[in-house]
């Protein structure tokens, strides 16, 4: 079973707007960390934002927040103020406590094109 | 603080010929992941070693991938005979330690191209 989804393969976004990316995870452990990567056409993994399983506060690292929904499982990155250097593919990642075997997984990801 | 090193960044290959990627985590990382990415996909995670032990294999094609991480420093992905199908960037990671709060840090990745 798909421990990530990411519904969206791909989403549109008008400069300086905000944008919702969806994640949902399936875990039965309790203590886990859920991650979001962007990967533009360069290539390279670049770390965005974390929110661990026990975090009461949303994540926010400047204009990314992380909408943590617990009971849903769900946690979407939200990206304010769009620039047109948001445009690349984004992937939610889950870290498992305990699960020492598929210890670090991705979703198949979102690109994300924000128009000018 | 160097990053993740790996090398080649491109090779291209006929099918059923051989290839190696070479990798060097960042100094005190413990944990090493070897990814695979094929065009359009999210990684999916092919082997994962802490120090110089696997971890976990459950995705790894062993018939003709194998790898390893001699000294629990640098590590070596090996593909032998390549199909078409393993044509794919191949990405490797590494974390200070597997805890849920350690994010990975990722080289620039190997993009591979198999003829």
């Known amino acids: 079973a798909q421990k990530i989804t990411q519904t969206q393969p791909g989403m549109f976004v008008q400069e300086k707007e905000a944008v919702t990316l969806d994640c949902t995870y399936d875990t039965s452990d309790q203590s886990y960390g859920l991650f979001w990567y962007k990967q533009p056409s360069s290539g390279e993994m670049i770390f965005l934002i974390y929110?661990?399983?026990?975090?009461?506060q949303n994540a926010t690292e400047g204009r990314y927040s992380l909408n943590f929904q617990k009971a849903r499982k769900s946690a979407n990155l939200v990206i304010s103020a769009s620039q047109l250097g948001d445009s690349a593919m984004y992937f939610c990642?889950?870290?498992?406590?305990?699960?020492?075997?598929?210890?670090?997984?991705f979703g198949p990801g979102t690109r994300l094109s924000v128009l000018p | 603080e160097a990053g993740v090193a790996q090398s080649p960044r491109y090779k291209i290959i006929e099918k059923r010929q051989s290839v190696a990627f070479w990798c060097n985590p960042i100094?005190?990382?413990?944990?090493l992941y070897w990814y695979q990415q094929i065009l359009g996909q999210g990684p999916k995670l092919l082997i994962q070693?802490?120090?110089?032990?696997?971890?976990?294999d459950s995705q790894l094609p062993k018939d003709r991938f194998s790898a390893e991480r001699l000294k629990g420093v640098d590590s070596t992905l090996k593909i032998q005979p390549a199909k078409l199908e393993d044509s794919a960037v191949y990405l490797c990671?590494?974390?200070?330690?597997?805890?849920?709060?350690?994010?990975?840090?990722f080289g620039s990745g190997t993009q591979l191209s198999v003829l």
């Open positions: 990671a590494s974390s200070l330690r597997r805890d849920r709060n350690e994010k990975l840090f």
């Open positions: 929110q661990g399983s026990y975090d009461e």
């Open positions: 100094s005190g990382h413990a944990t």
């Open positions: 070693f802490q120090n110089n032990g696997v971890v976990d």
């Open positions: 990642a889950m870290r498992e406590a305990y699960n020492y075997g598929q210890n670090f997984v």
